[in-house]
C-alpha cells in the first residue's frame, strides 16, 4: 500500500528536526521517534512508510524493529546516515538495495534519488505483483507448468513463456529464478511494451553521460542491473525490430554496449523472455526476427487461460484473499453463488483480472461476505440489473465535432487567479486557497518565459534558488535531476 | 453538448484547487468530485460513474496504480489519466500495465489534459 510517510529514527533533536524540514519541503510525510521502541509495531505494517530513515539511535531497540521490518520479504528500504552505514549493512545483513548510505550534511540530490528508488519499490509492489511461491492451481495444465519449471530451473536455459495476458508469466519467470542457482541475485523485470520504443534502449543498456539532450548522467540499464542474476522481457513480442537486433547480440555474444559508448560491456544474465502474441505469426508478418525466435524459444513453457481451468477458481480466490490478510489489505469472503458465477465467466484478463476483483471487493466491502449480486454485472448478466451502467464509449454520439475541432482559445491563465481570489459562500480552506494562488502565479511565469526558471524568477522577484525550492514543493519539478528547466512535455498516450 | 464528466484525485488540496480553475475554462469538462486517496477513488468512480479520471501517483492509503486497477475492474470503466511530476521511462512502464490510458506531465497540466479530453469526444463522434 503506498504511503508518501518516511520513518526517521533519530534520537538527536536538532538533526531529527532538520530532516523531518527536509522531507517535508520536498512533500513527504515524516514520522520521527528517537528510538525504535516508540514504534508500536503492533499498530503498523511494514508497508506503512515509503522508506525508513535511520540516524544516531540505540540499536538494541532497532534490533527488534529491523527483525519485524524484514519479516515482509518486500519491506521499504533504510537510508542510514553514511557513519551508521557499514555497521548496520553488517549487523543486519542487508542487500546494498535495501541500504542506502545518506551523506551529512544532507544533498537533496542523494535523498531524492534515494527516495525515487524507494517510489520506484513500492510502485512495483502496487502493480499487485506477489513474490509467491509460484502457480496456484491443481488441474492438470497448471501441474505441468509447474512440472515444466522445475526442469528448467537449475539451468541457465533461456525460456519463452507464452500465454494471454494476465494468466502468471512473470510468476512463472520469477519461480524459475526462485529455484535457479541464481536467486541470491536480482530478478529485473522488463515491460518491453509499456516503455516508449525510444527510451527502451537506454533503459535497457544503460547511456553514458551526455550520450543524448538529458542524459546529464550515466545511467546504468536493466541488463547492468540484472548482472548475475534474470533479466525478464515481458511482451518481448512488442519490441520494434531495431532493438530486437540488439537482444539477439546479447544472446549470442553476452556483450552490448551503453547507449553514447564506444566500448562492449560483458554481462551474465540469464534471459527469461514472454509474450501474449503469437510469435510464428509475427515472423511471417515481418514484425519479429526468427533468428531471436530460435533463440528464445529454447524451453517452452504456455500457461493457460483461467477459463480452461475452471476448476482452479476456488483454490484461487482462497489464496488470493489470503494474501490480501497477509498484506494487511483487508478482507472479503464471496457466497457460494458469487463463487459459481464467476466459474462461469469467460476471464478474459485471466489470474490478473479474478486478483484486481478480488482486492476490489476487499475495498468495496471489507470484511463482508459478497453475493452474485453485488459483482460487476459482466460476471452474472442473467441476474436483473441493477443500476444501468452505460460506458463513456458507448454513449450516443453527439454532434459535437465542432465544439473539438473550433478549439477553445487556450483559457486565459491571468483569468483563473482571479476567480481564485474570490469567496465562495461555503467558505474555504485559506492556506490551501493562498498555496494555489502561489501555484497559479508561478506557472503563469514559468509559461510565459518559456520554462526557464531563472527568468520566471525574475518576474517573481525571487531568488531562483527559492523558486525551485517552491517548484519542488509542489512537484513540477522535471525529474531529471536539474531544475526543472526542460521544457514542458506533450501529452502522451500509449 | 457532451461534457466529459471528470474526478479528480490528489492528495495535495492546493494542487486541486487550482486544477478545478484551470479545467473552469474548457467547457468540455465538468469536474463533479475530488478524491484525496486511491480508495475514495475507487469508492468515488462507482458512485459517480464518471467519463475521465485525472489520478495522482502517490497519496497515502492507496496510491494511484493500484486505485487505477481497482477502477478499471468496475463495469465500464472510466478513462483514468495518471498526473505526475515524476517522467521516465520506468514511471511510464508502471503506468501503462495497470492499464491506465495516459500518462500527463503535472506542470503542463491542463494543455495535456485538453488534448486528451478532446481525442475522447473524437472518439465518440468517430464511433
Known amino acids: ?494 | 453538448m457532451t461534457k466529459v464528466r471528470t474526478l479528480l484525485v490528489d492528495d495535495n488540496r492546493p494542487f486541486l484547487i487550482l486544477a478545478r480553475h484551470l479545467l473552469a475554462s474548457f467547457v468540455e469538462i465538468e469536474v463533479i468530485g475530488e478524491a484525496y486517496d486511491g480508495e475514495q477513488a475507487v469508492r468515488l468512480a462507482e458512485e459517480l460513474k464518471p467519463n475521465l479520471i485525472i489520478m495522482d501517483l502517490a497519496m497515502p492509503n492507496m496510491g494511484g496504480l493500484q486505485a487505477t486497477r481497482l477502477i478499471k475492474a468496475q463495469d465500464a470503466p472510466p478513462v483514468i489519466v495518471i498526473a505526475s511530476h515524476y517522467d521516465d521511462a520506468a514511471h511510464r512502464e508502471f503506468v501503462a500495465q495497470v492499464g491506465a490510458e495516459g500518462f500527463i506531465n503535472k506542470r503542463s497540466y491542463e494543455n495535456d489534459v485538453i488534448v486528451i479530453v478532446r481525442r475522447l469526444l473524437k472518439e465518440i463522434t468517430d464511433a
Not at chain 1, 516508449?196 to 539532450?213: I, N, V, Y
Not at chain 1, 489464496?319 to 457466497?335: C, K, P, T, Y
Not at chain 1, 487556450?410 to 481570489?421: K, N, V, W
Request: hydrophobic share 40%; glycine share 6%; net charge negative.
Open chain 1, 1 to 494: 500500500m503506498p504511503e508518501s510517510r518516511v520513518l526517521v529514527i533519530e534520537a538527536d533533536a536538532a538533526r531529527a528536526d532538520n530532516l523531518r524540514a527536509i522531507l517535508e519541503f520536498v512533500d513527504f510525510r515524516a514520522n520521527v521517534v528517537e528510538d525504535a521502541s516508540q514504534i508500536a509495531i503492533a499498530e503498523h505494517r511494514q508497508q506503512d512508510w515509503l522508506a525508513v530513515l535511520v540516524g544516531d539511535t540505540d540499536l538494541a531497540s532497532l534490533d527488534e524493529f529491523i527483525a519485524w521490518l524484514r519479516r515482509d520479504r518486500r519491506h521499504p528500504p533504510l537510508i542510514v546516515v553514511q557513519a551508521k552505514h557499514e555497521l548496520l549493512m553488517q549487523r543486519y545483513d542487508l542487500d546494498p538495495s535495501a541500504c542506502l548510505p545518506l551523506d551529512m550534511p544532507v544533498r537533496y540530490g542523494q535523498l531524492s534519488d534515494h527516495l525515487k528508488r524507494a517510489s520506484l519499490l513500492q510502485m512495483e509492489r502496487d502493480l499487485g505483483a506477489r513474490p509467491g511461491s509460484g502457480p496456484t492451481g491443481n488441474s492438470a495444465v497448471m501441474r505441468r507448468v509447474r512440472k515444466l519449471i522445475e526442469q528448467v530451473a537449475a539451468f541457465d536455459t533461456t525460456v519463452l513463456v507464452t500465454g494471454e495476458s494476465g494468466t502468471g508469466k512473470e510468476v512463472v519467470a520469477r519461480a524459475i529464478h526462485e529455484r535457479s542457482a541464481r536467486r541470491e541475485h536480482p530478478f529485473v523485470a522488463v515491460n518491453c511494451g509499456a516503455i516508449p520504443s525510444e527510451l527502451l534502449e537506454s533503459e535497457l543498456f544503460g547511456h553514458e553521460k551526455g550520450a543524448f539532450t538529458g542524459a546529464i548522467t550515466a545511467r546504468r540499464g536493466r541488463f547492468e542491473m540484472a548482472d548475475g542474476g534474470t533479466l525478464f522481457l515481458d511482451e518481448i513480442g512488442d519490441m520494434p525490430l531495431s532493438m530486437q537486433v540488439k537482444i539477439l547480440r546479447v544472446l549470442q555474444e553476452r556483450s552490448f554496449e551503453r547507449v553514447g559508448a564506444n566500448r562492449s560491456s560483458h554481462c551474465d544474465v540469464r534471459i527469461i523472455a514472454a509474450t501474449h502474441r503469437n510469435l510464428e505469426d509475427a515472423i511471417i508478418k515481418g514484425t519479429f526476427r526468427e533468428d531471436l525466435y530460435y533463440r528464445l524459444n529454447v524451453f517452452p513453457i504456455e500457461t493457460p487461460p483461467l477459463r480452461e481451468r475452471a476448476e482452479d477458481l476456488p483454490l484461487l480466490i482462497d489464496d488470493l484473499i489470503r494474501n490480501q490478510e497477509q498484506a494487511g489489505h483487508g478482507s472479503v469472503r464471496l457466497a457460494p453463488d458469487a463463487v459459481n458465477a464467476l466459474r462461469h465467466y469467460h476471464w478474459p484478463g485471466n489470474v490478473r483480472e479474478l486478483s484486481n476483483l478480488i482486492e476490489r471487493l476487499a475495498v468495496l466491502h471489507p470484511h463482508a461476505v459478497v453475493d452474485a449480486a453485488s459483482l460487476p454485472r459482466r460476471y452474472c448478466p442473467d441476474l436483473p440489473a441493477g443500476d444501468a451502467v452505460t460506458s463513456f464509449r458507448d454513449a450516443a454520439p453527439a454532434p459535437i465535432a465542432a465544439d473539438v475541432t473550433t478549439a477553445h482559445a487556450q483559457p486565459d491563465p491571468a483569468a483563473s487567479t482571479t476567480t481564485l481570489a474570490v469567496l465562495p459562500p461555503e467558505g474555504l480552506n485559506l492556506k490551501d486557497h493562498i498555496e494555489a494562488i502561489e501555484l497559479a502565479l508561478i506557472r503563469q511565469a514559468l509559461a510565459s518565459s518559456g520554462g526557464v526558471v531563472a527568468h520566471a524568477a525574475k518576474l517573481l522577484n525571487t531568488r531562483r534558488t527559492t523558486l525551485v525550492e517552491k517548484l519542488r514543493k509542489y512537484g513540477l519539478t522535471r525529474d531529471d535531476g536539474e531544475d526543472g528547466e526542460a521544457a514542458v512535455g506533450a501529452a502522451v498516450a500509449f
